[in-house]
């Protein structure tokens, strides 16, 4: 059983950054993937960006790309999603996943506004 505890949401103006946190406890072994995605009110949750637990391969959505940065760190079992020049759109509901084969856990979410 892996629980996924996300922080550092909230209010940030246009242009700005953030960073999440995603606290995983529990094991997390080399055959899982992390992700980042995100609902925003009214549109269906999509993919942000992903990391290989093992090897730290990445891919981003197109709209993230060249603005945002998925990280993990083993000592802290935790998994990093750095927000630059963000953007009103990036505003949403930010949830971490992790899922291999036969599982697939997500956390409580966290709230980003980018708002002036």
């Known amino acids: 059983q892996v629980q996924l505890v996300e922080s550092g949401g909230g209010l940030v103006q246009p242009g700005g950054s953030l960073r999440l946190s995603c606290a995983a406890s529990?094991?997390?072994?080399?055959?899982?993937?992390m992700a980042w995605y995100r609902q925003a009110p009214g549109k269906e949750r999509e993919f942000v960006a992903h990391?290989?637990?093992?090897?730290?391969?990445?891919n981003y959505a197109d709209s993230v790309k060249g603005r945002f940065i998925i990280s993990r760190d083993y000592a802290k079992n935790t998994v990093y999603l750095q927000m630059n020049s963000l953007k009103p759109e990036d505003t949403a509901v930010y949830y971490c996943?992790?899922?291999?084969?036969?599982?697939?856990?997500w956390g409580q979410g966290t709230q980003v506004t980018v708002s002036s």
């Open positions: 990391i290989s637990w093992s090897g730290g391969s990445t």
């Open positions: 529990g094991s997390i072994s080399s055959r899982y993937v």
């Open positions: 996943n992790a899922r291999a084969i036969m599982y697939n856990y």
